[in-house]
């Protein structure tokens, strides 16, 4: 089955400190991956959509200066929060989706993000 | 608008059967999919209804009506584990996903 990674699963940052993370398809190339946000007992609030090769689409509210995404190859894109502040602290998840499968979205394990 | 409703929470006993309803209005429809997200976790992928009709997976089926814009998923032999929010997901006419803001299901002895 199509296999999502992200790296850090977890991480402590200070406030004005910028910090990545990594989605990457281990057994698939994904032409299109999803960056989602989800905030304690919230459901899932998609943050942008990454095509390879081209700027990330960024949805109504998201800073596109503060959470920059880089989708350089097909198994991999990052996600900058940059200049982390305590609201910023939430679990980060991506997802990606193979080129032929347009209806399905594999999901990586997420990225607790918590800033002091 | 777009928009996907569920309930909030439910209760239900182990070795029970439930029901979670989802009823949505979106622009274009291409499938309705099922996750289920322990605390903490990212969602997990249960079931994807394209065509109206009852899918069944184990323990596990989702219903799917379009002309009504509903859907179900139904969860039989309940076990302890299966505590856990489900989150019904609609893909619109952009392939993208419209998210429910999940159920809850509590499952007590």
Known sequence: ?116 | GQNIDQPTEMTATEGAIVQINCTYQTSGFNGLFWYQQHAGEAPTFLSYNVLDGLEEKGRFSSFLSRSKGYSYLLLKELQMKDSASYLCAVSDSNYQLIWGAGTKLIIKP
């Open chain 1, 1 to 116: 089955g199509a296999v999502v990674s992200q790296h850090p699963s977890w991480v402590i940052c200070k406030s004005g400190t910028s910090v990545k993370i990594e989605c990457r398809s281990l057994d698939f190339q994904a032409t299109t991956m999803f960056w989602y946000r989800q905030f304690p007992k919230q459901s899932l609030m998609l943050m942008a959509t990454s095509n390879e090769g081209s700027k990330a689409t960024y949805e109504q509210g998201v800073e596109k200066d503060k959470f920059l995404i880089n989708h350089a190859s097909l198994t991999l894109s990052t996600l900058t929060v940059t200049s982390a502040h305590p609201e910023d602290s939430s679990f980060y998840i991506c997802s990606a989706r193979e080129p032929d499968r347009y209806y399905e979205q594999y999901f990586g394990p997420g990225t607790r993000l918590t800033v002091t």
